[in-house]
Each structure stands twice: as C-alpha cells, then as structure tokens.
Nanobody
Framework: QVQLVESGGGLVQAGGSLRLSCSAS????????MGWYRQAPGKQRELVAA???????NYADSVKGRFTISRDNAKNTVFLQMNSLKPEDTAGYYC????????????WGQGTQVTVSS
C-alpha cells in the first residue's frame, strides 16, 4: 500500500552538493518520522538524518553542519540537502518512513546511489 520514491542521487566531485528527495504515497498517518540512511559496501547501514512530522530533527555527527533535512507534510515528501560532500559520503542512500515505533512498522525506499570523487 505504501510506496517510497527517491530521486536526486548521482556522481559529484568532492566539495560539491546534491539534493535528495523522497515522496511517500498510500495510507499514511499524520504522525510519522521520515529519514535517510546510507550503506556503503561491506558496511552497516547507518542513520544520516531524520525528521518528525512536527519538525524535530536528528543528525549523525559525521554530517552535522553539512547536511540539512526538511519535509513537506502536505506532500509526504522529505529532502536531504548535502553540501561539502566528501568521498566518505559515497554510499547508497535509503529513505525510511516510520509510522509506528511501538508496533515496529517501517517502510523503505529502494535507494539512490551517491558517489563522491576525490
């Protein structure tokens, strides 16, 4: 029922910028959390940034000051503005929608690749 569609990934040089977007469709409650995770080959998937429907945000220490997460509640869309990109930011980036923490209900996008060259 719920589907997440991501876009905005690509190849950039170190120091460049990208803007990712993720739009959710289907039956979605007013309260939810949308976030971005990333996973490089051979590494564990890690939280990059998350934002609640009320606007509260959380960032990984490695991206603070460089990345900004935002959302459009009316369109159930989340954005990730990535500036000052580094080669270590290279990974698959995945959008996650959390609709219930207590019931452990999550939805994942298929991912978009971000590659940063040195």
């Amino acid at each position: 029922q719920v589907q997440l569609v991501e876009s905005g990934g690509g190849l950039v040089q170190a120091g460049g910028s990208l803007r990712l977007s993720c739009s959710a469709s289907g039956s979605i409650d007013s309260y939810n959390v949308m976030g971005w995770y990333r996973q490089a080959p051979g590494k564990q998937r890690e939280l990059v940034a998350a934002i609640t429907s009320g606007g509260s945000t959380n960032y990984a220490d490695s991206v603070k000051g460089r990345f900004t997460i935002s959302r459009d509640n009316a369109k159930n869309t989340v954005f990730l503005q990535m500036n000052s990109l580094k080669p270590e930011d290279t990974a698959g980036y995945y959008c996650k929608l959390t609709v219930s923490l207590i019931r452990n209900i999550y939805y994942w996008g298929q991912g978009t690749q971000v590659t940063v060259s040195s």
